[in-house]
């Protein structure tokens, strides 16, 4: 069964810093595209940021283009979000999904709140 | 950026009805289409790929259709645990979501 389990979420002060991790298993990860995809509160889904299958190549959105790192470690089967200078509007529940043409499956999700 | 627009924004139906969902994109975006669930609580669920593909697991009742800037999703025949916020995606450019049609019981 593929899982993906997020992590590292919590209180951070605005201008400080996250990293969020995900945990995968049930599939080859190194074969896959693993994303990184955010909901506000009571909001839609807005993608953040991609990391390839082909070991290096990254995709970020234009509203965390750069404050944010993905990078993964495929011998961990991880990947992992850095967020930089945080701000309000990144308070969100962060899912870890595989791939980017569709995301699927996604993780729980792990809440990111933004306030001093 | 390619802005989704569904419609409409609220959908309230009985169990056993059939459901229509909109999704129009500000351009082209071929057949790079998905369709999501979400429930309260829980992550989106991949329901239809590529306009029109059931993912995995996915009942028949639930169907996919449309190209270029229109899609669809119906719904046949509305279940219980079918009434959720329902979110389209394309992937012709960078990933967007469209801003979600809650289905509702009546």
């Known amino acids: 069964e593929v899982q993906l389990l997020e992590s590292g979420g919590g209180l951070v002060q605005p201008g400080g810093s996250l990293r969020l991790s995900c945990a995968a298993s049930?599939?080859?990860?190194?074969?896959?595209?693993m994303s990184w995809v955010r909901q506000a509160p009571g909001k839609g889904l807005e993608w953040v940021s991609t990391?390839?299958?082909?070991?290096?190549?990254?995709f970020d959105a234009d509203s965390v283009k750069g404050r944010s790192i993905i990078s993964r470690d495929n011998s961990k089967m991880a990947v992992y979000l850095q967020m930089n200078s945080v701000r309000g509007e990144d308070t969100a529940v962060y899912f870890c999904a595989r791939n980017w043409e569709e995301f699927d499956p996604w993780g729980q999700g792990t809440l990111v709140t933004v306030s001093s | 950026e390619i802005v989704l627009t569904q419609s409409p924004a609220t959908l309230s139906l009985s169990p056993g009805e059939r459901a229509t969902l909109s999704c129009r994109a500000s351009?082209?975006?071929?057949?790079?289409l998905a369709w999501y669930q979400q429930k309260p609580g829980q992550a989106p669920r991949l329901l239809i790929y590529d306009a029109s593909n059931r993912a995995t697991g996915i009942p028949a009742r639930f169907s996919g259709s449309g190209s270029g800037r229109d899609f669809t999703l119906t719904i046949s025949s509305l279940e219980p645990e079918d009434f959720a916020v329902y979110y389209c995606q394309q992937r012709f450019n960078w990933p967007t979501f469209g801003q979600g049609t809650r289905l509702e019981i009546k």
């Open positions: 990391f390839s299958s082909d070991g290096y190549t990254t």
């Open positions: 351009q082209s975006v071929n057949r790079y």
């Open positions: 049930g599939f080859t990860f190194s074969n896959y595209a």
